[in-house]
């Protein structure tokens, strides 16, 4: 059937109208004019058309940048393809899309889309490093920018945040998300996606710098039995809406335009045949309306996980479910056409998943001006803007987290004669980009060795020694390291993982340094006699370091911080840059204490020194470092713990203030945390929760009131029936500098238990 060209025409114009039409407070995806158009768009489509919009397509990789595969303008002018990813460039963008709304029947324009996980070119830490810096504005900022970056080079979609929680450190993805808590992974979840978009609620979508956010991986993907990457997940459904969904929902709830589905099934239902994550909870219980992607490859993955015997098979299943697009499987476009002609899938089904794209290219704009986002101009100016860099430069200080500091061995000296810098890492500016530098380049990164270098001027004399590989037993080099860790006034190890090291398929069956590298710090702090020695850790995990954390004087951790890691690492290590940050993850004794997270549950046996309780009896019960653990050059006092009120009703909310003290004699950022307790509940509840959390400086002897306000969904629970509730009780409240140092009191919730929702939809 040809379609009369005014038709799509007159379409069109109506896009442009309704373009100018002045932002609400509601997302543009869900107006009611993107669904009216959705529909005249649909009305006119065959159902090769309809499964090409479909359809995303991966492109590759060439010295001279990405480029759609061969064949692939020939797709796009048959209508064959909705999506590219992994291709990017505004000139290039610009052709694709006028070839695309030029030369194909109905003229629809292409999404391109990217992993921009933590920066585009400019690169930012790593999500995890970010997460410590327990800092949203500054996590949002990055995010801002890098869709500035992004989508001046013709990107509309990113696939990020990534919101997992992880319990587990093996498993390598730990380092794309917030880590172990709900919490603090719902905030920095929706922060991101703020940031991407350019404002809460997808307000800003469609202007030409906001980057559709993509929550992933739906759902629970981070409890991947046994920290392997892509296996199977085995969660209780209170843990499941306790733990694990609640950053998705904070993600979804700031507007986040797509979500992805995970490749892990939970309880034998693979993530891309679940209506009832992608429809039950996603769609009814959280009212999302953006659309939903599969992740590479995870269509056709559902024949391994043998839910499916072909792979036609498992595209009915996924677009059933409510899966919309196809990544990279091509399953969609080549067999759904005949499960349709034969009857075995409605079109009603494809036409809903295609309504939703569609809606989606209206509100960015795309109808209107297929060219928005492929501006040279604009990719001129933003790629590696100063102003990134900069902005870069802070949210680095502020990921770094100070774990050991015995004597105020830091900050060292800038006049040293001269510094040992020791240990496979030092020059890896490859690894300080981290796992998903999108467009980033290692010669535009700061390793460790040039920031130190930047900072202490052509005067003091580096020695640089390698002294071991990174992962494996050589030794070799620990004469040369010696040698220098001798002659030097001071000496940096920096120790840890590559980057290539954690991330996906990067789960490590040890959390250990890996190699011969602890034996090479215990050579150097042997010969190093008195003299300072600093242990730099880079890694994308949580890591076990029980003899660093025995015999290095100090020790700062630093994860992946993007492109100006040696800068930030040497404002720390020279005192310019007070650390600050926290651990947004539990650090065990060694990898045989996984699963340790702070928020476990209360068991009948807590741990004591009695032999009937929960415990190892060849290791104490507590972590290395606590969840919320990090140190400053300064000391932080809490005291005087207070509340509004000594008893509040179940839907009333209640101000909690506590004094901190700057003790020390050097200014300082602190992130005072509020943590909770339910002392009596229905079911068995965490020993405690995280609640809030405040960044505060303060000066030397300078003393602030920190003031968190609670509410009912604070103090709210799943109880037995799924319900969730305020029940009444006392209630403990923690304060202080990390989840174990703490001080405490109690208020009671009195009256009737206040409903907040009902019972969660059943799993089936
Ligand atoms: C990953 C996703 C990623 C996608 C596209 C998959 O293998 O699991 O996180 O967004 O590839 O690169």
Redesign the pocket.
Known sequence: MRIPLPVVSALVAAAVCSNVAPMSAQSPIASARAYRFADSVLALMTLDEKLGQLAQTPGRGTPNGPLVPVGGEALIRAGRVGSY?GVFGAEYTHELQRIATQESRLKIPLLFAF?VIHGFRTIYPVPLAQAASFDPVRVEYSARQTAIEATAHGLHWT?AP?VDIARDPRWGRIVEGAGEDPYLGSVMAAAQVRGFQGGANGVNIGANDALLANV??FAAYGGAEGGRDYNSVELTERTLWETYLPPYEAAVKAGAAFV?SSFNDIGGIPAHSSDWLLQDVLRNRWGFKGVVVS??GGIGEMVKHRVAATTGEAGILAIRAGVDFDMSDGIYADSLAAAVRAGRLSEAVVDSAVRRVLRIKYALGLFQDPYKFSDVARERRYTLAPEHRAASRIAAREAIVLLKNSNKTLPLRKNLRSIALIGPLADDARSAMGNWPADGRSSETLSVLAGIRAAVGPSVQLIQVRGSPVDTADTTGFAAARTAASQADAVVLVLGEREDMSA?AESRSSIEVPGSQVALARTVLGFAGSKPVVVVLMNGRALAIPELAREAPAIVETWFLGSEHGGAVADVLFGDYNPSGKLPVTFPRVTGQIPIYYNHRSTGRPPDSTKYTSKYNDLPSTPQFPFGYGLSYTTFAYSNLRLSAAKISASDSLTITVDVRNSGDVAGDEVAQLYLRDDVASVAEPVKSLKGFQRISLRPGETRSVTFRIGPSSLALYDRQMRRVVEPGTFTVYAGTNSADVISTQFEVTGPVLVLAPPTPRFH
């Open positions: 990813l992993d696939f990534m992933k991986h992805m992740d590479w996906e």
